[in-house]
């Protein structure tokens, strides 16, 4: 079983809204991680967690926050977003950071 | 600076026939790399990989070749179906030599239309 759960599928927010994406495995998998994609572009890796620990990526944005409340769940907090950030985003799940990684089927966010 | 390239954007291929995705990389540190297919507006599905040890990997349909000191690989799909008409990702990780956290590095993507 490699399924990687996603929620919301779509999201519309405003740049003065909060939202968060959600992310959830029940695969065991200790490496979790956060891709942005942009439409025609490969997926852009913006967090990883392994066995809960962040490992920040100093690129991104601080109006994005992700936490890792327990081993199966992932969020990205977000907040006062640009109409740029509009993007796919993907969680993925791995064993650990020496495997294969398995994505969600992504959140479709629109920022207005 | 693009690591990993698929030079090819696009290719069309008749059912049945062979596929062959390429993928290239600059990255001497990258010992691990993926295949990934996508349809649109949904995540990217695992396919194959293959270790810088090996040369060759194959499940069913799918062989990788991995050509190291040309730092190229392939993905051959054989026999070609419709329903491999998708976009695929080649991606490389620096994994074993302790970059896995630096997650995966994926190329633009070659979109595959295969032709009944």
């Known amino acids: 079983d490699t399924e990687v759960t996603q929620t919301p599928k779509h999201l519309v927010m405003g740049m003065t809204n909060k939202k968060s994406l959600k992310c959830e495995q029940h695969?065991?998998?200790?490496?979790m991680y956060w891709y942005k994609q942009k439409a025609k572009k490969p997926p852009e890796l913006m967090f990883v967690?392994?066995?809960?620990?962040?490992?920040i990526n100093e690129s991104v944005p601080s109006r994005f926050s992700p936490e890792c409340p327990n081993s199966s769940l992932l969020n990205l907090h977000l907040h006062a977003l640009q109409p740029e950030d509009s993007a796919l985003y993907l969680c993925?799940?791995?064993?650990?950071?020496?495997?294969?990684?398995?994505f969600g089927p992504g959140t479709r966010l629109t920022v207005t | 600076d693009q690591q990993v390239k698929q030079n090819s954007p696009s290719l069309s291929v008749q059912e049945g026939r062979i596929s062959i995705l390429n993928c290239d990389y600059t990255?001497?540190?990258?010992?691990?790399f993926l295949w990934y297919k996508k349809y649109p507006a949904e995540g990217p599905t695992f396919l194959i990989s293959?270790?810088?040890?090996?040369d060759k990997n194959e499940d069913g349909r799918f062989t990788v070749f991995l050509n190291k000191s040309a730092k190229h690989l392939s993905l051959h799909i054989v026999p070609s179906q419709p329903g491999d008409s998708a976009v695929y990702f080649c991606?490389?990780?620096?994994?074993?030599?302790?970059?896995?956290?630096?997650?995966?590095?994926f190329g633009k993507g070659t979109h595959l239309i295969i032709q009944p």
């Open positions: 993925a799940g791995a064993r650990d950071l020496s495997y294969e990684q398995y």
């Open positions: 695969m065991g998998h200790r490496a």
């Open positions: 967690y392994s066995y809960e620990k962040l490992s």
């Open positions: 990255n001497s540190m990258f010992d691990y």
């Open positions: 293959i270790s810088s040890i090996k």
């Open positions: 991606a490389a990780s620096a994994m074993y030599s302790g970059g896995g956290a630096d997650g995966l590095t």
